[in-house]
């Protein structure tokens, strides 16, 4: 039995409270101790405080935040980490050589604190590579990109446009990845030093697929990979390009389906983007 607020709660009432806590999305408990909600309250931040606190993840399930919520660590320099991991990902000459690689790094803080390493999943000679954020709870435990509600969601959006990340034939295949391979403790954002961390490895991985065309989910790939500051509402629909070398890549953001479950008026955007995808695999294959 547990009391809350001076009220005796019996386990059937706290059963059903942690369900609807997780029906809301809270999805672990990331306090490492006991909070004391009878003591006085912290003073509030400073304004300056205040605005160095980064706003919610616009197309991620932001997890329930507690003051003692993980934080990112602080950023160090990063040009020489960055050129290291480079060097390491050009080793790489296949998907396996790339995830075995990553899967080892047990010295990335994000890499100890994942149940898995999210690598890819679909066929590795998919015309059209998608790409998301970072792992969430079920990838983390499953090892997989977009297995969770947004990556059934993914699904049934490729479903609709001939397209299914278990097909055989590459025509029809997708390969799925991120731009961060490891959970985000929390689901916080992952930081600037983690996403340049990883980055090489996604150029890699792209390097080694190949794809015909690219789709973005959501800001961060779109951001990471053209360069673009805008928001993926500017950035969406828009045929942007990404550079490989001598090769320029068709790149298309859209969003995220997870911005598309809290917000499912804007699937009608995504359909457009979707369809504009289909169209220019047509156009690809008959050129
Ligand atoms: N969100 C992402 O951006 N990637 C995943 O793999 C799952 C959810």
């Given at each position: ?85 480079a060097r390491r990902a050009a080793e790489c000459t296949t998907l396996e ?191």
């Amino acid at each position: 039995m547990a009391m809350t607020g001076g009220r005796d709660m019996d386990a059937e009432m706290a059963a059903k409270l942690l369900e609807w806590q997780v029906e809301m999305g809270a999805d672990e408990a990331i306090l490492d101790m006991p909070l004391d909600r009878l003591s006085p309250a912290p003073a509030a931040p400073s304004p300056t405080q205040a605005e160095q606190t980064p706003p919610p993840p616009a197309d991620r399930p932001p997890a329930l935040q507690s003051p003692s919520a993980p934080q990112p660590p602080a950023e160090a320099p990063m040009a020489p980490a960055v050129a290291e991991q480079a060097r390491r990902a050009a080793e790489c000459t296949t998907l396996e050589g790339i995830f075995a690689a990553l899967d080892a790094m047990k010295e990335f803080p994000l890499r100890r604190t994942a149940t898995h390493t999210v690598h890819t999943d679909g066929h590795p000679q998919a015309r059209v590579m998608l790409i998301g954020e970072a792992p969430g709870r079920d990838e983390d435990r499953q090892g997989k990109p977009f297995v969770g509600r947004s990556g059934q969601l993914l699904d049934r959006m490729l479903e609709a446009i001939g397209l299914d990340r278990k097909a055989e034939d590459p025509q029809r295949a997708v390969l799925i990845s991120n731009v961060i391979f490891w959970r985000p403790p929390g689901n916080r954002k992952p930081t600037e030093a983690e996403a340049a961390h990883c980055l090489p490895w996604l150029v890699r991985t792209i390097e080694i697929v190949q794809p015909e065309i690219i789709v973005c989910l959501g800001a961060t790939p779109a951001q990471r990979l053209t360069g673009r500051t805008q928001g993926i509402l500017k950035l969406r629909g828009n045929w942007l390009e990404y550079e490989l070398g001598e090769r320029r890549i068709p790149l298309l953001p859209t969003l995220h389906p997870a911005y598309l479950l809290r917000q499912p008026v804007q699937k009608r955007l995504a359909w457009r983007d979707f369809l504009s995808l289909k169209l220019r695999l047509a156009t690809l294959e008959r050129s």
